[in-house]
């Protein structure tokens, strides 16, 4: 499985942006997909979790600002960012967990700054 994410990029504070994780297959198989991101000098934390029954989990930071969601058909995970921080700064990355194997792609970054 290879996953890559897309999306990055700098943004005002109190912009948007759109993340994309897309699978190299069917995230059918998936049994959980999450968000992670890495703060400069901070460690990673998940910020979005996606199950295959449609659950949906967030970190407090980010409730009711960002949505996580998928398109089955285009084998895609994505992180809808909203009333974005200079807080929100960070790398974010997307992981699959697919029985016992984690999959992660590679990191995006976000820098929100004025």
């Known amino acids: 499985v290879q996953l890559q994410a897309s999306g990055g990029g700098l943004v005002q504070p109190g912009g948007s942006l759109r993340l994309s994780c897309v699978a190299s297959g069917s995230i059918f198989r998936f049994n959980v997909m999450n968000w992670y991101r890495q703060a400069p000098g901070k460690q990673l934390a998940l910020v979005a979790q996606?199950?295959?029954?449609?659950?949906?989990t967030y970190a407090d930071s980010v409730k009711g600002r960002f949505t996580i969601s998928r398109d089955n058909a285009k084998n895609t995970v994505y992180l809808q960012m909203n009333s974005l921080k200079p807080e929100d700064t960070a790398v974010y990355s997307c992981n699959a967990v697919v029985g016992r194997s984690i999959f992660w792609g590679q990191g995006t970054l976000v820098t929100v700054s004025s």
């Open positions: 996606l199950t295959s029954g449609g659950s949906t």
